[in-house]
């Protein structure tokens, strides 16, 4: 998209700040002018006093869509560097580029007056009824020395701003001051119209590094129609898709008609959701050892979605103990099996009704699986770790049981389903053939199940991830007194042997990886997910033609794994991410080699 007209004079500001966030202005060539207040100017002088709020506490006005800030940019520009491994261009993060790109973008005679060690901030409004809608405040080193570092078209009390003057892109800069805070403002009427907010906004307190929070409510408000009508306008396009081969092609990225149903509900969810939210707030942060990345959504007091947020909380994750410690990559996750039972049955209806092709799934078989996972502890994990055979990797998992009979009645259901005409058939147009075996084989009492699915598709069209692909469709999964057991491929017996046996390894949970990922989670952790992407990259055997085991046969092995949780904290569920360093910079190498291939 051109985006010319974008927010660049009087600001790109904050460069790496807004960069970092993604966030952007709206477009338009036209600046609309509000009548500025008359006397807003007057806001030059010193404010009164205003309690410190945590910013992301704020209420925002009806038409501010977004706002946040940083209290000391400078200092993040000065560590992002050190922890991006190369990915981010020095010249992106370095303060002083960064005060004379501002510089340069207001005009200032001197980038001296600008102090980004001091806290800065921004609010984004309505671009439909506001052209310009971004604000920016910035630090300064005084008020007088920001008046004296304007250029000399500057214009004194215009349309009720202190200043204005022409700026990058010959655009109308308005310039007003809280205290010695500079704010600017390519909208005439912004400062006057949001003066008191703005002063909240500059008198909040950050808990660290960057915050921006997005109100759901005033966008849902400004913009519900839109949004109703994108909604309208993808279940329509899903529709054509389906229309265009009703049967859907058997490739992955095909639509049967019957699955249209199916997407559609999602997609209804999906926007309840979103209407029940009350904000999301996004927190980034850079320490001496990586970088945080937080996404927060917010729910409204009292509704479905809140209930459902708090269904989900910390439990426990005990189960990486008993898988390898030398693991490059697990994920795990623990759900009360009765409390979030509703969640789990929707889920479990989607997954089947989609993973057919949108045959009718029978209310028995939904149930069965239902059943399965509240005879569960609710907790699961699965570990990529070195194969038992030596050759490449293997993808194990583990799931608690606390009702092994049960567990096993539902599996035997289960397999009848594979044989029911109309499932066989969803199966069928979609190119696959499913082989499944309630009662395969035993490993002393633990009663293994397999599942073998053949692909019309020939694995060698797949190119060198055809052998991966080819394990990944054959599945053992063991039934013991407490425990579940899965591996993946035609070794998963040996795998199963090995884990049950107490042969494959365990510690995960000691793994300096897990031990940082666990620290780093997310409030109230329910879910983990960690891995080291070169040690993935150089441990898959494709078939023994992995191009990347000889490039990285010397790497060390990683201390530390790129890591995504998610928790919830007072109806609050949180999402993040943790990118150490040693990660920045293995994911910077393992590009460079890519890219060389």
Do not use: Y
């Given at each position: 998209m051109h985006c010319e007209r974008s927010y660049r004079s009087p600001i790109r500001f904050l460069l790496f700040l807004l960069a970092l966030l993604g966030l952007t202005a709206g477009c338009d060539d036209t600046a609309k002018k509000q009548p500025g207040a008359k006397g807003s100017a007057s806001a030059a002088k010193p404010t009164a006093p205003v309690a410190a709020k945590q910013l992301i506490d704020l209420k925002a006005p009806a038409n501010v869509i977004a706002f946040g800030g940083v209290d000391n940019l400078q200092q993040i520009l000065g560590k992002a560097q050190g922890v991006s491994g190369g990915l981010i261009p020095p010249d992106a993060v370095s303060p002083a580029v960064a005060a004379a790109g501002l510089q340069g973008m207001l005009k200032l005679t001197t980038a001296e007056a600008i102090d980004l060690a001091k806290p800065a901030r921004f609010i984004v409004v309505d671009p439909k009824k506001h052209p310009e809608p971004l604000t920016i405040v910035i630090g300064t080193k005084g008020k007088d020395k920001l008046i004296a570092a304007l250029p000399a078209d500057k214009k004194k009390d215009d349309g009720g701003n202190a200043f204005s003057w022409k700026a990058e892109g010959n655009k109308t800069a308005y310039l007003n001051f809280i205290d010695d805070t500079a704010v600017i403002s390519s909208d005439s009427g912004s400062f006057a119209a949001h003066q008191t907010f703005l002063t909240e906004l500059v008198h909040t307190k950050l808990p660290g590094g960057i915050t921006v929070v997005g109100s759901v409510v005033n966008m849902v408000t400004l913009y519900g129609t839109e949004i109703d009508q994108?909604?309208?306008?993808?279940?329509?396009?899903?529709?054509?898709?389906?229309?265009?081969?009703?049967?859907?092609?058997?490739?992955?990225?095909?639509?049967?008609?019957?699955?249209?149903?199916?997407?559609?509900?999602?997609?209804?969810?999906?926007?309840?959701?979103?209407?029940?939210?009350?904000?999301?707030?996004?927190?980034?942060?850079?320490?001496?050892?990586?970088?945080?990345?937080?996404?927060?959504?917010?729910?409204?007091?009292?509704?479905?979605?809140?209930?459902?947020?708090?269904?989900?909380?910390?439990?426990?994750l005990t189960l990486l103990s008993k898988l390898p410690a030398n693991s490059s990559a697990f994920f795990g996750g623990s759900l009360d099996p009765d409390g979030a039972s509703e969640l789990t049955r929707r889920l479990v209806t989607w997954s089947l009704t989609m993973g057919i092709g949108g045959a009718e799934v029978p209310e028995k078989y939904i149930t069965a699986m239902s059943d399965y996972w509240k005879a569960t502890t609710g907790e699961f994990v699965v570990a990529v770790h070195p194969a038992v055979d030596g050759k490449g990797l293997a993808l194990t998992g583990l799931m608690g049981l606390r009702d092994a009979e049960k567990a096993r009645s539902m599996m035997k259901l289960l397999a009848e389903m594979y044989q029911d005409p109309a499932i066989a058939k969803g199966y069928k147009e979609l190119g696959l053939t499913m082989n499944f075996k309630p009662e395969a084989y035993k490993i002393g009492d633990v009663t293994v199940a397999t599942m073998q699915v053949k692909m019309a598709q020939p694995m060698a069209e797949l190119g060198p991830v055809g052998p991966m692909i080819q394990d990944l469709l054959t599945t053992h999964t063991g039934t013991g007194k407490d425990m579940g057991y899965v591996a993946y491929g035609k070794d998963g017996k040996a795998t199963l042997e090995a884990l049950i046996g107490g042969k494959l390894g365990s510690g995960l949970d000691k793994a300096p990886a897990t031990v940082r990922a666990l620290k780093h989670a997310a409030p109230n952790a329910f879910f983990l997910m960690c891995g080291a992407p070169l040690d993935i990259a150089k441990g898959i055997d494709l078939g023994g033609k992995n191009p990347l085991?000889?490039?990285?046969?010397?790497?060390?092995?990683?201390?530390?794994?790129?890591?995504?949780?998610?928790?919830?904290?007072?109806?609050?569920?949180?999402?993040?991410t943790d990118v150490p360093g040693e990660q920045a910079k293995a994911i910077a190498q393992l590009v460079a080699l890519v890219q060389q291939l």
């Open positions: 994108g909604l309208q306008q993808a279940k329509a396009g899903l529709e054509q898709i389906a229309k265009r081969d009703p049967a859907g092609p058997a490739g992955p990225a095909g639509i049967k008609a019957g699955q249209v149903e199916g997407f559609n509900a999602m997609l209804d969810w999906a926007a309840a959701t979103v209407k029940d939210l009350e904000k999301v707030v996004i927190e980034t942060d850079l320490s001496a050892d990586g970088g945080l990345l937080s996404l927060q959504l917010h729910p409204k007091k009292g509704t479905e979605v809140e209930k459902t947020f708090k269904m989900l909380g910390k439990r426990p085991v000889a490039k990285l046969a010397d790497a060390p092995a990683s201390k530390t794994g790129l890591c995504f949780s998610a928790g919830q904290k007072d109806g609050v569920i949180h999402l993040t």
